[in-house]
């Protein structure tokens, strides 16, 4: 298996909505924030191939789905599909996906999935040859979302995911069509049935989605204001981050601006801490 690091389109968003309720004088020090208080954020994908035979895309970003006025009001800063462009500069088309794994079904999660806006279209669904993979419980919040969070998703994808006849919904620790090449386990405190995807296993990567969003959020206390319970979160992110640390498994980070990937340390406080950061993953061995 190799593995590569895929940007799709980058945001720019409210520095103290991303950091919760952690003060504006310790998270502008992670993230310098502009004039209108907002920090740079990423919406990067990771793209295992020879994955069990499959070239696999774990989550797509923002995408280009937006109209004019709603990218600009969540910041979004290109007018292209970047994952198609990213995909397409390592050799692959959006065809060449046989399955997409998606955390979340949050707008800045799956909003890739669509083909980029156009005036009067109806949307439609790229990756015509993939399974589309997302956990049961999240599948039911994305149906019946609750006030807090409905704006967070597209309404229209349900309906083109299940029309597709390529959607599966997952349980448990694996899926059918990645067998045990990916472990999966999950997370209540951002979204109900956060999917957290490990492939390799020990040793390996694993997709932080919205639980670690980057290196800033490593610190256990640092939640989000988007976050459903952030109590909870904490301390599903510090089992997590334990079990991580043991077993040498590396954090893939889906918002971070800068870096792509860090392994993790501690310091002699116990802290959790991301080092030998990794910038840009260009096919690495898995």
Known sequence: MKAWSVMGNSQRLDGGAMFGNAPRALWARWLEPDERHCIPLA??????????????????????????????????????????????????????????????????????????????????????????????????????????????????????????????LIDGNHSPTLGDAVRFE???????????????????????ADLIPGRPWVHVPISMGYDRYPERLIDEKGVFLADKLKRRVRLFYTHDPEVAMSSLSTDERGRYLPVDDVVELTGIEL
């Not at 806006?117 to 790229?126: F, K, Q, S």
């Not at 999917?195 to 694993?206: D, R």
Request: aromatic share 8%.
């Open 43 to 168: 919406c990067r994908a990771l793209l295992v191939t020879d994955l069990d035979g499959k070239n696999v895309l774990f989550e797509t970003g923002i995408g280009a789905f937006f109209d004019p006025k709603m990218k600009a009001r969540y910041g979004v800063v290109e007018q292209e599909h970047v994952l198609l462009n990213s995909l397409a500069a390592i050799g692959f088309e959006h065809a060449d996906i046989d399955a997409v794994v998606l955390s979340h079904l949050h707008f800045d999660h799956a909003g890739g999935l669509l083909v980029p806006w156009r005036e009067g279209a109806d949307p439609e669904l790229l990756f015509p040859n993939a399974r589309y993979l997302v956990g049961r419980e999240h599948w039911q919040r994305a149906n019946d979302p609750h006030p807090r969070d409905r704006a967070s998703f597209i309404p229209a994808l349900n309906l083109l995911l299940e029309q597709s006849g390529r959607l599966e």
């Open 186 to 208: 999950y997370s209540e405190g951002h979204t109900p049935g956060l999917m957290l995807a490990e492939i390799g296993g020990e040793g390996g990567i694993v997709f932080c």
